[in-house]
C-alpha cells in the first residue's frame, strides 16, 4: 500500500506540473527510486503504471530506474505536443 500512495502522490505532481487539461498529452514519465528509500520498485512500478493507463492520463509509458541514493523523485515527463 506505501508504493500506491507514493504513485498517487507522483501523479498529483505531473497533474500540478503539465495542468489538468494536459495530462492526457503525457506520453511518459521517468521515476528514480534510490537505494535505501524504501521502496519495492516493482510494486511502484505497477501501481504507477495503473494510475497512468486510466483517464485522465490513458498513455503514459512509465520508467522506474534505480539510483544510489535514499531519494525519490519524478526525473523527467515527456508530453506530445
Do not use: K, W
Request: with cysteine; aromatic share 4%.
Amino acid at each position: 500500500m506505501h508504493e500506491l500512495s507514493l504513485a498517487m502522490e507522483i501523479c498529483r505532481i505531473v497533474e500540478r506540473t503539465v495542468g489538468v487539461d494536459q495530462l492526457s498529452r503525457v506520453t511518459s514519465l521517468g521515476v528514480a527510486v534510490g537505494d535505501q528509500a524504501n521502496v519495492e520498485v516493482t510494486s511502484l512500478r505497477f501501481c504507477l503504471e495503473s494510475l497512468v493507463a486510466r483517464p485522465p492520463f490513458g498513455r503514459a509509458r512509465v520508467e522506474v530506474v534505480r539510483s544510489g541514493d535514499d531519494a525519490l523523485r519524478l526525473e523527467y515527463l515527456e508530453i506530445d505536443e
